[in-house]
């Protein structure tokens, strides 16, 4: 068994927000997925982007609008949204609050995408350098 925690896995911070990279093949040899948690601050965004595994957003709490190809949706805790593979798809924290979701994407990215997507260290690694 692997467990993967949200203080060990490497990261990402942009415009607001931070992706923990739980499962993958970079992280515990994942074959098939990639998995995220991510949390996105008020008025953070993620930018509009397009990759080839299809995904889903879990909403787990907050609220936002979550764009598909040319489709737009107010999204809220307990959503689920499929982006089929190769649309462009971005989401933007529109509530007070901090947005949080977990995302899959099947088939998994690759080691060397992981390592460009997710460039910083886990936050467990900062602390102790401290």
């Given at each position: 068994?692997?467990?993967?925690?949200?203080?060990?896995?490497?990261?990402?911070?942009?415009?607001?927000?931070?992706?923990?990279?739980?499962?993958?093949?970079?992280?515990?040899?994942?074959?098939?997925?990639?998995?995220?948690?991510?949390?996105?601050?008020?008025?953070?965004?993620?930018?509009?982007?397009?990759?080839?595994?299809?995904?889903?957003?879990?909403?787990?709490?907050?609220?936002?609008?979550?764009?598909?190809?040319?489709?737009?949706?107010?999204?809220?805790?307990?959503?689920?949204?499929?982006?089929?593979?190769?649309?462009?798809?971005?989401?933007?924290?529109?509530?007070?609050?901090?947005?949080?979701?977990?995302?899959?994407?099947?088939?998994?990215?690759?080691?060397?995408?992981?390592?460009v997507l997710?460039?910083?260290?886990?936050?467990?690694?900062?602390?102790?350098?401290?």
């Amino acid at each position: 068994m692997i467990i993967q925690t949200q203080r060990q896995a490497p990261r990402y911070e942009r415009d607001g927000t931070t992706s923990y990279l739980l499962v993958s093949p970079l992280t515990c040899g994942s074959l098939h997925l990639t998995t995220s948690i991510v949390e996105m601050e008020p008025d953070g965004s993620q930018r509009p982007h397009r990759h080839e595994p299809e995904q889903i957003y879990f909403i787990i709490s907050g609220s936002g609008l979550m764009s598909v190809l040319n489709e737009t949706w107010e999204v809220k805790e307990g959503d689920c949204v499929l982006v089929p593979p190769g649309s462009v798809h971005s989401l933007r924290n529109t509530g007070e609050t901090t947005l949080r979701y977990f995302s899959a994407a099947a088939p998994a990215f690759s080691s060397e995408q992981l390592e460009v997507l997710w460039p910083l260290r886990p936050e467990g690694d900062v602390e102790e350098e401290e």
